[in-house]
């Protein structure tokens, strides 16, 4: 095999495992092969992805090597490529991803040592088709997304039901996906801070006595191994959140759920109902819990404030976010209580209360006067509360994306800023809401099916709407912007 040898100084890039054989994680900036040993390329194959149409395996070995990268193009366009990944081994695969379908393309291996890259020839492989059911899904933009993708869960039903993580390109066309054939449809999906991607798969909406559990995947598609919160407890499909040290979980963040019967009759239900009531779980990859929180111990049925009625859902409390404080403590959602809790993850005791029947706080400056059945609620950077107000209670009926500031001393929110689309979007359940560092907001008005990109003032840049092949009542559970799909950036 015949390679063609460069001198130059490696420069890093941050390096993401797609588990794949022969790779490792770690950067350096100087490369640690020996002075005088040139590097080689050998055994140089391409296949295509099993798990992915959209990208192809680069397979190889390589001797007197540092770290390997893939650089990879189609006729007509600029080449891309892979990150570097540090050669643990004599021999590695790296996933190529990104790739448009039908589309033949040509690969090379870059390997640096010392201070000595070399190339490898050239190969080329033309990526397959689309799956069959993906071929008609898109999405239809208004103005056009500035880079990365849009990643988003899609259940398409029929005789079979397959899940599938997909993520979209600035065109709107379908770039990457991860198809799960279980015969049930997805739930949450995100890319974790280790770079690989979780998806929830099951039928459970956060109160049925079924089981459904996490899949953590590579990018490449490659399973990694599945979450659920440990027995006796069902495992709820909203949020799932892996702390991480480079790229080995730490810790796992999850609800789940346990039934009760309880008496419903004050909401128009039955006198003697099986409802579901969630729990806060912190447990290793094992499954052994190191936390367990209980809203059973934290919340009265009369707590359930919002105008959702019984039957369905059966959930007292239906929690549907979970994330971080700035001093590691828990911010959960609990939709039916309109009430944003923040909760020691050492002790279990409450913190502070954010609306509903039990807030501690003044909202100021807000128009609708605070927010009704939220989801996606997360801490920003200065400490401030994004959510995704669905708006049950407002009158007339809106849902919006809005921001608060908290004074957790003189317990005051103040409204510092929304996003009210004209005309007003009302949706009932699900939505999302993501900030970007530049201040970008992405927002899934989810039963409306309909994503919009604003600025820090408001403005929309873009908006899509998701074609599901023709599907009725499309409905968008989250939807979050991914800048890279080898690596987990921040958009």
């Known amino acids: 095999m015949g390679y063609r040898i460069l001198t130059r100084r490696r420069r890093c890039v941050p390096l993401f495992l797609l588990a794949l054989v022969g790779l490792d994680t770690s950067c350096s900036d100087q490369p640690t092969g020996a002075a005088g040993d040139r590097p080689g390329i050998s055994s140089l194959a391409v296949t295509q992805n099993p798990h992915n149409a959209l990208s192809t395996v680069v397979s190889f070995a390589a001797t007197h090597t540092d770290s390997v990268r893939v650089v990879y193009w189609a006729d007509g366009e600029p080449p891309r490529a892979t990150p570097y990944y540090r050669l643990r081994g004599d021999s590695a695969r790296i996933a190529t991803l990104g790739l448009r379908p039908n589309t033949s393309y040509s690969h090379l291996v870059e390997a640096v040592g010392s201070d000595t890259s070399v190339t490898s020839d050239t190969l080329r492989l033309a990526t397959s088709d689309l799956p069959q059911p993906l071929q008609s899904v898109r999405l239809e933009l208004t103005g056009v997304p500035a880079g990365g993708y849009v990643l988003t869960p899609i259940a398409l039903f029929g005789a079979d039901t397959v899940a599938y993580a997909v993520a979209f390109d600035s065109s709107g066309e379908v770039r990457w996906y991860r198809a799960f054939a279980e015969g049930v449809p997805a739930g949450e999906l995100k890319q974790q801070p280790n770079g690989d991607f979780t998806i929830f798969l099951g039928l459970s909406q956060g109160w049925q006595p079924t089981y459904g559990h996490y899949v953590e995947f590579t990018p490449g598609g490659e399973i990694v191994r599945s979450y659920v919160a440990s027995p006796p407890f069902y495992t709820d499909n909203h949020d799932l959140v892996l702390s991480v040290t480079g790229d080995a ?36 990859v094992t499954g052994q819990v190191d936390f ?13 404030i919002e105008p959702t009625g019984v039957n369905p859902p059966l959930d007292f409390d239906h929690p549907n976010s979970l994330d971080f404080d700035r001093d590691g403590n ?29 807030n501690q706080f003044a909202i100021m400056n807000d128009p609708l006067g605070g927010f009704s059945a939220q989801h996606s609620v997360r801490v920003l950077d200065n400490g401030n509360l994004l959510l995704y107000d669905n708006g049950l209670r407002h009158s007339p009926l809106e849902s919006r994306a809005v921001e608060y500031r908290l004074d957790t001393d003189a317990k005051t929110a103040t409204m510092v800023w929304q996003y009210r689309r004209v005309p007003p979007v009302f949706t009932p359940f699900l939505g999302s809401v993501q900030r970007y560092q530049n201040g970008n907001t992405l927002i899934a008005f989810s039963t409306a099916n309909l994503i ?40």
């Open 292 to 304: 367990l929180w209980n809203a059973w111990d934290h919340f009265v049925l009369a707590d359930w």
């Open 249 to 284: 979980v730490d810790a796992v963040h999850l609800f789940g759920y346990e039934i009760r019967r309880a008496d419903l009759s004050f909401k128009g239900g039955p006198a003697d109902a099986l409802v579901a009531g969630h729990v806060i779980v912190r447990q290793a």
């Open 452 to 491: 919009v990109e604003v600025d820090p003032s408001g403005n929309p840049l873009w908006e899509g709407v998701l074609n599901l092949d023709g599907q009725s009542n499309v409905i968008i559970f989250k939807a979050l912007k991914v800048p890279s799909l080898y690596r987990y950036e921040r958009p």
């Open 330 to 358: 828990y911010v959960a959602s609990f939709r039916h209580m309109g009430e944003i809790t923040k909760i020691d993850r050492r002790t279990s005791e409450i913190i502070w209360r954010l609306g509903g029947r039990n």
